[in-house]
């Protein structure tokens, strides 16, 4: 088992403990509905992670329900963990200046169970509403000058969107609306830079999941690179699925474009840690570059932007961040990356980071909205 998923089987652990504490707590009013919450908590809590696990070895009219169940509790645990914790926070700043009205301060076992019914239907709203803006779609139009150098183009129309996150959850009917969103803005060329899906090969075909991209039909083709998920899921699998459905997935390559313009796909960088092989590094790709055209990177997550920089990349379009999905988890986001989401221009390279079409986990925005991007380029 990788180092990533002992932290986060133990994070999530110990999250799911203080929840579940605090959610027993509330119920001393009422001792006989403990066991009914303890089997409802412990199926909300593990239904992920067994979904996971047993993939392909459950049906699945088992199989979704419990993925939906475990997606919407990542969610429900998030704001559960905040909402407590600024209860308990309010609390411990009483035990000092003493604000508090006595029925909050020494609360009843009554009063608990009206505090926690009050923060269940909080989290429950935030979650819904989160929910619905996870289906409004936002067609952003971003105007690009690149260099034209050498070549025979003066302006390009390019759809980019990033991680789909294609599964059960973010299913066929959800990528037919994006499909059709790209198709009525007529693009030259669609960009996927990353995370195209979010489960197995398999589970994704039995599912009838991905044939709408066939239904994309871009003068200059559709061009993805890996994400993170494509190697959690099986990398080369995942690939071959992508493929088979039209989508040219560049692994550490360069490909000349009609002589035109180069796009570059480069393998995401958690790869080492699931192949055990490093990518290659940038100017060892684009060493075999011939002709002066301008130059469009996919790289999954916008980490050390200044290896495209110092190498002269003119665009670079990343995803990944999804700009934290979920607030206040945008302000982590923000300062881990240089570019957390939208644009940025350092040196003479423009970049554009994504927020993301689809959602990792719960299917909720709340920190982002679901985007399209619309990128005109005119070469000068």
């Given at each position: 088992?990788?180092?990533f998923f002992i932290i986060f089987i133990t994070v999530y652990a110990l999250i799911n403990s203080y929840v579940f504490v605090r959610g027993w707590q509330t119920l001393a009013y009422f001792p006989f509905l403990?066991?009914?919450f303890v089997i409802i908590f412990l199926i909300f809590s593990l239904s992920y992670i067994f979904v996971k696990i047993f993939a392909e070895k459950i049906p699945a009219f088992i199989h979704d329900p419990l993925l939906w169940i475990g997606s919407f509790w990542f969610a429900f645990l998030l704001y559960f963990v905040l909402i407590l914790f600024l209860i308990d926070l309010t609390r411990f700043a009483d035990h000092f200046l003493s604000f508090l009205p006595i029925l909050l301060r020494a609360p009843t076992d009554l009063t608990k169970i009206y505090l926690g019914v009050g923060v269940t239907i909080l989290v429950l709203s935030i979650t819904v509403a989160g929910f619905v803006n996870r289906t409004n779609f936002k067609i952003r139009t971003?105007?690009?000058i690149l260099p034209k150098k050498n070549s025979t183009l003066t302006e390009l129309n390019v759809i980019m969107f990033s991680d789909l996150h294609l599964s059960p959850i973010n299913d066929e009917a959800f990528l037919t609306k994006i499909?059709?969103?790209?198709?009525?803005l007529s693009p030259d060329i669609i960009l996927l830079p990353g995370d195209i899906v979010d489960d197995k090969a398999v589970i994704l075909k039995r599912n009838g999941i991905g044939k709408s991209f066939r239904k994309l039909n871009p003068k200059y083709g559709i061009f993805a690179c890996t994400g993170n998920h494509e190697f959690i899921n099986g990398v080369e699998p995942s690939v071959k699925f992508m493929e088979k459905l039209g989508v040219k997935v560049l692994r550490?390559?360069?490909l000349n474009i009609k002589d035109a313009f180069y796009i570059i796909g480069r393998e995401d960088g958690s790869g080492n840690s699931f192949t055990g092989k490093r990518r290659k590094r940038l100017d060892a790709i684009i060493s075999n570059a011939s002709g002066n055209l301008p130059m469009i990177l996919l790289d999954h997550t916008p980490v050390r932007l200044n290896e495209a920089v110092n190498n002269k990349?003119?665009?670079?379009l990343s995803g990944h961040t999804h700009n934290g999905q979920m607030f206040p988890l945008n302000f982590i986001t923000k300062m881990i990356y240089e570019v957390s989401w939208g644009?940025?221009?350092?040196?003479?390279?423009?970049f554009y980071v994504s927020s993301g079409v689809g959602t990792w986990g719960p299917p909720v925005k709340l920190a982002s909205d679901a985007e399209i991007i619309n990128i005109k380029i005119k070469f000068i």
């Amino acid at each position: 088992m990788s180092l990533f998923f002992i932290i986060f089987i133990t994070v999530y652990a110990l999250i799911n403990s203080y929840v579940f504490v605090r959610g027993w707590q509330t119920l001393a009013y009422f001792p006989f509905l403990k066991p009914l919450f303890v089997i409802i908590f412990l199926i909300f809590s593990l239904s992920y992670i067994f979904v996971k696990i047993f993939a392909e070895k459950i049906p699945a009219f088992i199989h979704d329900p419990l993925l939906w169940i475990g997606s919407f509790w990542f969610a429900f645990l998030l704001y559960f963990v905040l909402i407590l914790f600024l209860i308990d926070l309010t609390r411990f700043a009483d035990h000092f200046l003493s604000f508090l009205p006595i029925l909050l301060r020494a609360p009843t076992d009554l009063t608990k169970i009206y505090l926690g019914v009050g923060v269940t239907i909080l989290v429950l709203s935030i979650t819904v509403a989160g929910f619905v803006n996870r289906t409004n779609f936002k067609i952003r139009t971003l105007d690009l000058i690149l260099p034209k150098k050498n070549s025979t183009l003066t302006e390009l129309n390019v759809i980019m969107f990033s991680d789909l996150h294609l599964s059960p959850i973010n299913d066929e009917a959800f990528l037919t609306k994006i499909v059709g969103k790209a198709n009525s803005l007529s693009p030259d060329i669609i960009l996927l830079p990353g995370d195209i899906v979010d489960d197995k090969a398999v589970i994704l075909k039995r599912n009838g999941i991905g044939k709408s991209f066939r239904k994309l039909n871009p003068k200059y083709g559709i061009f993805a690179c890996t994400g993170n998920h494509e190697f959690i899921n099986g990398v080369e699998p995942s690939v071959k699925f992508m493929e088979k459905l039209g989508v040219k997935v560049l692994r550490d390559s360069i490909l000349n474009i009609k002589d035109a313009f180069y796009i570059i796909g480069r393998e995401d960088g958690s790869g080492n840690s699931f192949t055990g092989k490093r990518r290659k590094r940038l100017d060892a790709i684009i060493s075999n570059a011939s002709g002066n055209l301008p130059m469009i990177l996919l790289d999954h997550t916008p980490v050390r932007l200044n290896e495209a920089v110092n190498n002269k990349i003119d665009l670079q379009l990343s995803g990944h961040t999804h700009n934290g999905q979920m607030f206040p988890l945008n302000f982590i986001t923000k300062m881990i990356y240089e570019v957390s989401w939208g644009y940025l221009k350092k040196g003479d390279t423009q970049f554009y980071v994504s927020s993301g079409v689809g959602t990792w986990g719960p299917p909720v925005k709340l920190a982002s909205d679901a985007e399209i991007i619309n990128i005109k380029i005119k070469f000068i």
